[in-house]
């Protein structure tokens, strides 16, 4: 106890000092100033990267977007479609033979870590055994004519293509990722195949493959996980091969 109140005593006496002594004001003052200007560059620039990062993702996600505008006869529509439809060669030139269909919206707090995954097996291309990789967006949020107080266009989408969600949700349920090795929510994908729009989880992956006797959806995922950007791009290689957690041998 004696020792706290010695202590106690002398920032007590460093404090009377400071107030009774004049031109020490002034400087602890500046002193205060110049801490807080320099503690603000490292908080902004850390703002400033960050608004960067998911600015980046948005404009990724935006420029391979497949719009709901036009209603049925939207770009999005038109993939659906083509998704179980027979591929012809001009759907096939025009999508490919394998690609990525990823439901995002605008508000996504899982979509800026899931560009990172898909940023990072793009810049590293030569490590993965993934080749001519293509990812098509629908923006669940996106605002069309169509969009209204009672539903936004992505609900009458989903209204329009029921058939296409129940039929890949019942696909998914044979899957391995979801039926042995349980990575997906019963909950989550029992939302998807019943086309709740309300409900929609984003990001939503769906890997379209029609290569080797597959057709159409094979894989699906709720968000890209991963402990980092590596792990995420990990994950969407052995989506894009069935392989790991994917796999069906």
Known sequence: MKVL??????FAKI???IKNTAWVQPLLIVGIIFGVVFSIRPIVDGIQSAINSRNEAQEYFQSNKKSLKDGSKSAADKLVENIYDTMTSDAESEYGEKYFLVFVSKTCSECES???????LKNNASDY???NF?????YIDEVTD???TDKPAFGKFADRNEGFFNEVGAAIENSIYYSVNQKIDETSL???ANADYEKFETPTFLL???TEGRKGVSELMFGLPGSGAMERADLLNDCWNHQGDFDYK
């Open 129 to 131: 055994n993934i080749k």
């Open 15 to 17: 404090w009377n000092w």
């Open 208 to 210: 379209i493959d029609n």
């Open 134 to 138: 293509k990812l098509y967006t629908i």
């Open 5 to 10: 109140k010695a202590i106690g005593g002398f």
């Open 146 to 148: 169509e969009t209204t």
């Open 190 to 192: 029992r939302n998807f």
């Open 114 to 120: 899931a560009y990172k995954g898909i940023k990072f």
